[in-house]
């Protein structure tokens, strides 16, 4: 049996724990396609806040159950990354420890996923022939989605001065 995986990135939580907006659109862009058979949902997000009660991958999956009706056996919570690179080295763990991948989803943000694309790329080289990856709306008026393309141009250097 082929198995289909989805990769959730989360984002930071806001100060009282609830789910950003940035966040529930990467989760309604995944509610947009869930009707794939087969299908293991990573919800990918650790303790990003000292302050927060919860991981991102708690919260996520606790909203894809709430909202989206998702059974909890298909969500496995990877909840020790504080990065983009984290959430590959972590969910990696997770993926190679599944058999007989028929493809793998990764979906983030809009304005994230060119930094997302390289560092999975990267860490995922045995896998790049199974990879798509979605993105959600941004959750952004235009300013601050201006901020965060920008800071993901730094972050992305930051990555490549990193591996090289």
Avoid: P
């Amino acid at each position: 049996m082929y198995m289909n995986i989805v990769i959730i990135l989360g984002d930071k939580l806001k100060n009282n724990g609830e789910i950003s907006s940035i966040l529930k659109q990467r989760l309604n862009k995944f509610l947009e396609i869930k009707n794939l058979k087969k299908t293991k949902i990573i919800v990918s997000g650790g303790k990003t806040q000292q302050k927060a009660l919860h991981t991102e991958a708690y919260m996520m999956k606790k909203y894809l159950i709430d909202v989206g009706n998702i059974v909890k056996t298909d969500i496995i919570c990877e909840n020790k990354s504080k990065d983009t690179i984290d959430n590959a080295m972590e969910t990696l763990k997770i993926v190679e420890k599944i058999n007989n991948i028929k493809s793998i989803i990764i979906i983030t943000s809009k304005f994230h996923i060119k930094r997302t694309k390289h560092i999975f790329n990267y860490y995922y080289e045995s896998y790049k022939n199974k990879i798509k990856y979605i993105y959600s709306k941004n959750g952004l008026n235009k300013d601050q989605t201006k901020i965060k393309t920008n800071k993901e141009k730094k972050y992305l250097n930051v990555f490549y001065n990193t591996i090289n």
